[in-house]
Structure formats: structure tokens, C-alpha cells
């Protein structure tokens, strides 16, 4: 007899400072291998974002409407609490280079220390995306640089807003 598919919540945990095209990549990939995903804003005030957890989730929702299993929410503290607290049984993470793994492989093996019943799981970055992060954008944002195609639209316009104060 075939084994029965297990009901697949999965958890995108990040800073998402803002999103970029590269999580949005992620985010629709890893929608069709779950049933369910939940996109986790970490609150971590330590960082001094540009953005608050509120103003990223609102920009997550508005460009993660089309997903109608993926929902945005955000939490404090550990990662592994909050995926078992949220009944997810999935981690989900992306890869963009080399130097993503070494990073990567220490807070998958401590999560699975934390809650050995949650699997991480990694998807590549689509190559086109794989050079960009949240870090970057904002860096070449601040100095005026391009960064249309590397993030969304609306996020592009939060951008502007935020670091020149146009309305
Ligand atoms: O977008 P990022 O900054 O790469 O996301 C990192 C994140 C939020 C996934 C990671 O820092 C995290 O899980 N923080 C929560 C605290 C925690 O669980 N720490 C132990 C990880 S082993």
C-alpha cells in the first residue's frame, strides 16, 4: 500500500528587510511543495531594521496575495519554538551560495537539536537571484543604485520613500 501524504506546514523564518525578489522566488517554489507555508517576520530589535515588523508583513501580505496557502506572520525568539508552536513540521530555507552553508548547516543541525521532529529543508535560489539579499539592496538603494528586477515593485517604492523621503 502507498504510504499517505503527510499534511506539509511549512515555515519560512527571515528578517525580510525588506523581501526581495530572491525570497519571492523561494516563497512561490516552496508554496507548491506544502500545504501549508507561513512566511515568519523575526522581531529582533537588536538589529536596528530599516523597516518595522509591521511595515515588512504589510509589504509581504500585499505581494503575497496571489498565494493562497502562504500566510505572514512574525514572532520573537526561537525559530524551533515557534514552528512547533505553529504546528509546522517544516523549515524552510534558501541557498544561494556556498557561503550560505556553513551558516545554513549550524542553525539546521541546532533547530533539529531544539525540535528533532521539525526537518529543515533547503531550495536552491534561482540563479538570476542568487547573488541578492536584503543587505545588498538596501546598500545599493542608499547610494542611488538600480535595484529594479531585484525586489518588487511596491517594495522598490518603500525604498524610496524611506531612504530619500519621497511621498
Ligand atoms: O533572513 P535571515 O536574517 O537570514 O534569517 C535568520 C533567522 C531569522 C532565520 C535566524 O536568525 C533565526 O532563526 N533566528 C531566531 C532565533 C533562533 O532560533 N536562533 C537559533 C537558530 S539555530
Avoid: C, W
Amino acid at each position: 500500500m502507498a504510504p499517505s501524504a503527510a499534511n506539509i506546514v511549512a515555515i519560512y523564518p527571515g528578517s525580510f528587510d525588506p523581501i526581495t525578489n530572491g525570497h519571492l522566488d523561494l516563497i512561490a517554489r516552496g508554496s507548491r511543495l506544502v500545504d501549508r507555508l507561513i512566511v515568519a517576520i523575526l522581531r529582533n530589535e537588536a538589529k536596528q531594521p530599516l523597516f518595522s515588523v509591521e511595515e515588512r508583513a504589510e509589504m509581504l501580505k500585499e505581494v503575497l496575495r496571489p498565494y493562497a496557502n502562504v500566510e505572514v506572520a512574525s514572532f520573537s525568539g526561537l525559530t524551533a519554538a515557534y514552528a512547533a508552536e505553529r504546528g509546522a513540521n517544516v523549515i524552510l530555507r534558501g541557498l544561494r551560495a556556498v557561503s550560505d552553508y556553513e551558516y545554513e548547516l549550524k542553525m539546521a543541525l541546532m533547530n533539529r537539536r531544539l525540535q528533532p521532529g521539525i526537518e529543515t529543508a533547503f531550495l536552491m535560489a534561482a540563479e538570476t537571484y542568487s547573488f541578492v539579499s536584503s543587505r545588498l539592496v538596501k546598500e545599493v538603494a542608499r547610494q542611488g543604485g538600480n535595484i529594479s528586477g531585484l525586489v518588487p515593485p511596491i517594495v522598490e517604492l518603500r525604498l524610496a520613500e524611506r531612504l530619500f523621503e519621497v511621498k
